[in-house]
C-alpha cells in the first residue's frame, strides 16, 4: 500500500494515485470476504471494511475517528490498542493466528487469523497500521479432522496392545478407565454380568430354534445400561445434533457442544460387552456436557468396545483355568505332613499372585518302609494346567520309585528313564530328593538342578549345601550323585523354590544372601524361621511365581528321651 501522506489531498499525479487507493479501499471495505482496518497514530480508526464491522457488530461509519476501546469490549479492545501500539513502535508486521470469537447469539464458535501490517508514510515511519482479519474456521476443522483421525488410530492401536496383555478384569477397568481420562469423560466405568446362572434370552430374536445363551440382568442397573445389553447395540445419550460438522473441540475423539449448558444437558456412551455370541457387560462414559458422536467417533468407541470383550472373556477365561490349576495343584499337594519320631516338619506354598499362571512346585514328606523319611522339593517348568499336571506326574512316579529303592541315586536315575520315554523336551523339572534318618540324622541327598538347600545350626550358622557338582534337570541324563551329611539336634534344613528368592527386582545370587541373612539371626523353632523367610523376602516384593518352603528340624526322639 502507498504512503499515508498529505500529498493526497493535493491535485496532480498524486491526487490521481489516491483517487485509485480510495477506490480500492472503497471497493475492499464494501467486500464481504474481506475484514481489514486502518488505524492512524492516535490508534483511531480511519477506515473498516463491512466484513469487520459487522465482527464488531457495530456500523462502519460509527467506527471512523474513534479508537477500539470506545466501541469494543474493554479486554479485546484493549488488546487490540495494544498491538497497534506495537506496530507502530517497531514498525514490523505481526500476526496472532488463532483469535477465538463467540458472540451470545452466535450459534458456533468462529476462529481468525489477524495480520497487523505497518504502512510507511513520506519521512520513513510508520503512517498507519492495517489489520487483516481473516476467517480461519474451515482450515482449523480441516486440521482437527486430521488430527483426530490420527489419533483414534494411535489411540485404539494404544489401547488395543494394552488389552492384549490383560489377564485380570481389573487391568481390563484399567483401560477403561485410561481411555476416558483421554476423552475427557467425567466417569468411566466397566460393568460385567453374572458368568453364570440363565435368565433372560439374547439377543431379543424372535423364532424357534434359535440357539441363545443367557444370562442374569441386575435389577438395580440403570435402564440405559439394561436397554445395552437387552438389545445388543451401543446407545449415545443427549448427544448434541449431528448437523453441526464444523463444531470444534479441545477433545479429539468427540465434539462439544458449546450451546448446551451442563446445568440442564448431560451425554454419555453406553456400549455393550459381546463375547461368544452372548453379553458379558457394559461400558459407559458420562459426560458433563452434551456431545457431538460422529461417525468416526462411534466407530472408535466400539472399536474399543470389541477389544475390552475380547479382553474381559480371556480373563474370565484364565480366571477360570487359574481356579482350576490351583484346586488341582493343592489336591496333590499334602496339607499336612507325617508326624515323626526324632524330626519336625514345615512348610509354607503360596501359588503364584492371582494375575499370573500357576507354575509347578510342589513339596512331599513321606515315610518310607524302612523307618527313614523322604523329602521332596521340586518345580516343573511352565505355567497353568500344564505345569500343575506334570507336577502330579513326576511325584506319583517319584513316590513309585522311592517306595521300590528309596536310594536317591536310584530314584533320579528312575526318574531320568520315565522323563525320557514320557515327558516332551520343554518339560524341565528340577527337585532335590532327601532320604533322612531321623534317629542318626544322616541325610541322603541328590539334586536334579535345583537350587541347594541352607542348613541352620543349633548355633545360629547358615551354609549353602547341594548334592555335589553341578547337575542337570530330569531327562537331560547324567551320573547322579550323592551327598551324606549329618544334621544333630536343632539343626534345621530349609528347601525352597525360585520364586522364593528370585524375581524382577532381584536376582537368585541377592535373594540367597537375604535367606542367609534371615537363617543367622533366627530365633525360635522351625516355624518361627519359615515364617521370617517369608516374611523378609516377599514383603514389598512383586511375586509372579509359585514360592515353596519345606523345612525339617532334627529334635530329641522321645525313645532317647526315655
Known amino acids: 500500500m502507498a504512503a499515508v501522506t498529505d500529498d493526497m489531498v493535493r491535485d496532480g499525479p498524486s491526487e490521481a494515485s489516491d483517487t485509485f487507493e480510495t477506490a480500492v479501499l472503497d471497493a475492499l471495505g464494501g467486500e464481504s470476504a474481506v475484514a481489514f482496518a486502518l488505524y492512524d497514530r492516535d490508534l483511531r480508526y480511519l477506515r473498516i471494511s463491512e466484513a469487520l464491522a459487522r465482527l464488531n457488530r457495530v456500523p462502519a461509519a460509527d467506527h471512523l475517528g474513534r479508537r477500539p476501546t470506545e466501541l469494543l469490549p474493554e479486554g479485546l479492545a484493549r488488546e487490540i490498542e495494544k498491538t497497534i501500539a506495537m506496530v507502530f513502535a517497531h514498525g514490523l508486521p505481526y500476526t496472532e493466528t488463532d483469535i477465538v470469537l463467540s458472540p451470545p447469539d452466535w450459534y ?10 505497518p504502512v510507511p508514510g513520506a519521512d520513513g515511519g510508520v503512517e498507519a497500521v492495517l489489520a487483516i482479519v481473516s476467517d480461519v474456521t474451515e482450515h482449523r476443522h480441516r486440521e482437527e479432522l486430521l488430527r483426530s483421525s490420527q489419533w483414534r488410530t494411535s489411540r485404539l492401536q494404544l489401547m488395543t496392545a494394552r488389552l492384549a496383555g490383560a489377564l485380570t478384569v481389573a487391568e481390563v477397568e484399567a483401560a477403561v478407565s485410561e481411555l476416558g481420562r483421554s476423552i475427557d469423560a467425567d466417569e468411566s466405568e466397566l460393568r460385567l454380568l453374572d458368568d453364570v446362572a440363565p435368565v433372560f434370552p439374547w439377543p431379543n430374536v424372535p423364532g424357534p430354534g434359535v440357539n441363545r445363551r443367557l444370562r442374569v440382568l441386575p435389577p438395580e442397573w440403570p435402564n440405559a445400561l439394561l436397554t445395552a445389553v437387552r438389545e445388543g447395540t451401543p446407545m449415545y445419550l443427549g448427544a448434541a445434533p449431528e448437523h453441526d460438522p464444523k463444531e470444534s473441540s479441545p477433545v479429539p475423539a468427540m465434539r462439544r457442544a458449546r450451546t448446551a449448558s451442563p446445568l440442564t444437558r448431560r451425554s454419555s456412551v453406553v456400549l455393550p460387552l459381546l463375547g461368544s455370541g452372548a453379553p458379558m457387560g457394559v461400558i459407559r462414559f458420562a459426560f458433563h456436557d452434551s456431545r457431538a458422536f460422529g461417525p468416526d467417533d462411534r466407530v472408535f468407541l466400539e472399536a474399543f468396545a470389541g477389544q475390552c470383550a475380547l479382553a474381559v472373556e480371556r480373563s474370565r477365561l484364565y480366571e477360570r483355568e487359574h481356579r482350576t490349576a490351583v484346586a488341582l495343584q493343592r489336591s496333590l499337594l499334602p496339607d499336612r505332613l507325617p508326624i515323626v519320631d526324632g524330626a519336625e516338619f514345615g512348610f509354607r506354598y503360596l501359588p503364584g499372585a492371582p494375575d499370573y499362571e500357576v507354575g509347578g512346585d510342589w513339596y512331599d514328606v513321606f515315610k518310607l518302609l524302612d523307618g527313614r523319611v523322604a523329602i521332596v522339593v521340586g518345580d516343573v517348568i511352565g505355567k497353568g494346567l500344564t505345569a500343575a499336571a ?3 506326574r513326576v511325584r506319583a512316579a517319584l513316590r513309585a520309585l522311592a517306595f521300590t529303592d528309596p536310594d536317591p541315586v536310584a530314584v533320579l536315575t528312575g526318574l531320568d528313564r520315565l522323563f525320557t520315554a514320557t515327558e516332551d523336551d520343554e518339560s524341565l523339572t528340577t527337585l532335590i530328593y532327601g ?4 534317629e542318626t540324622g544322616i541325610l541322603d541327598l541328590v539334586d536334579a538342578g535345583h537350587l541347594p538347600v541352607i542348613i541352620v545350626s543349633a548355633y545360629g550358622k547358615a551354609k549353602l549345601a547341594d548334592a555335589g557338582p553341578a547337575s542337570t534337570p530330569l531327562g537331560v541324563v547324567e551320573p547322579r550323585t550323592k551327598h551324606t551329611m549329618r544334621l544333630d539336634p536343632g539343626d534345621i534344613l530349609v528347601g525352597f523354590s525360585d520364586g ?4 524382577r527386582a532381584r536376582g537368585i545370587d541377592e535373594g540367597l544372601e537375604q535367606m ?3 537363617a543367622r539371626n533366627a ?12 516374611e523378609r523376602l516377599l514383603d514389598g516384593q512383586d511375586r509372579d511365581d509359585d514360592v515353596t518352603i519345606l523345612g525339617v528340624r532334627i529334635v530329641e526322639s522321645q525313645g532317647s528321651a526315655g
Open 108 to 117: 458456533e464458535t468462529r476462529h481468525h487469523e489477524a495480520r497487523w501490517v
Open 390 to 392: 506334570g507336577m502330579g
Open 435 to 438: 532320604v533322612i534318618d531321623p
Open 500 to 503: 522364593l528368592i528370585e524375581n
Open 516 to 518: 542367609l541373612e534371615v
Open 523 to 534: 530365633t525360635g523353632g522351625l516355624e518361627s524361621l519359615l515364617s521370617s523367610i517369608l
